[in-house]
């Protein structure tokens, strides 16, 4: 399960879609229609590796119970500490982010809105300490 949540989602609009790749939980997303989503879980087909003293256990099933290869669910509202680039201590709060294919969630508009649609905006809880690089994001439609 995605550990960088930060204001709840709402379970009844967490959905199930096919990334078509790996994916591990937690990663921004955006569905063929340009919705903003977050991966809870990693797909069908994630693992993990764990280091027990010299020794290192890799090909631990780490995906969504019951989901293939591609497959993740998705949460689709709800705040989330996510990787941005162009982000700074100093972004202020509502500044809006954008999602594209090759930086992710990034502070910069695409001149082509249809390259980086609005993925959410700055959402800071009372006392957050900023850490450059990362927003927490509310995701959704925020034009």
Do not use: C, H
Not at 19 to 48: E, R
Not at 105 to 115: A, H, K, S
């Amino acid at each position: 399960m995605a550990d960088n949540l930060v204001f709840r989602n709402t379970d009844a609009l967490n959905e199930f879609w096919d990334l078509g790749a790996l994916t591990a939980p937690g990663v921004a997303v955006l569905s063929i229609s340009g919705q903003a989503g977050v991966t809870l879980t990693g797909t069908g087909d994630y693992v993990t590796s764990e280091s027990v003293g010299p020794y290192t256990i890799s090909g631990i099933p780490q995906g969504g119970v019951g989901l293939d290869a591609g497959e993740a669910s998705i949460a689709t509202d709800g705040t989330w500490e996510l990787d941005t680039l162009g982000g700074l201590t100093t972004t202020p709060a509502n500044t809006l982010v954008y999602f594209d294919d090759v930086d992710g969630v990034t502070l910069t508009e695409n001149v082509d809105p249809t390259l980086s649609p609005v993925f959410g905006k700055v959402n800071y809880p009372k006392g957050y300490i900023r850490v450059a690089g990362v927003l927490p994001i509310k995701i959704g439609v925020f034009a």
